[in-house]
């Protein structure tokens, strides 16, 4: 079975910067799409960054230029560079992968990290 597994989020001040990472495990798959969402307290989740399995990305408008998003094929791992914080940014972040095992193809979703800016 595939699981997602995210790491990097703590607590960081306005301005600051982290890096979340999510690794794809499991045998006898292959990864297609990978995103980070996020989703804070109140609102509904939102997509924060997608790149395709060709490196193309999108993002909100709202992380744009401050956010980027990469993936390392070879170890099945994204990740997610967030420079210039801003408490707005506080939200817990999941990661998403389209992840095909034979014929069929699933999503997933990590569990959630954490990320709170605050001074």
């Known amino acids: 079975q595939v699981q997602l597994v995210e790491s990097g989020g703590g607590l960081v001040q306005p301005g600051g910067s982290l890096r979340l990472s999510c690794a794809a495990s499991g045998s006898m798959f292959s990864v297609n799409a990978m995103a980070w969402y996020r989703q804070a307290p109140g609102k509904e989740r939102e997509l924060a960054a997608l790149?395709?399995?060709?490196?193309?990305?999108n993002y909100a408008g709202s992380v744009k230029g401050r956010f980027t998003i990469s993936r390392d094929n070879a170890k099945n791992t994204i990740y997610l560079q967030m420079n210039s914080l801003k408490p707005e940014d506080t939200a817990v972040y999941y990661c998403?992968?389209?992840?095909?095992?034979?014929?069929?193809?699933?999503?997933?979703w990590g569990q959630g990290t954490q990320v709170t800016v605050s001074s």
């Open positions: 998403n992968a389209e992840i095909r095992i034979a014929s069929s193809l699933t999503e997933y």
């Open positions: 790149i395709t399995s060709a490196a193309r990305t």
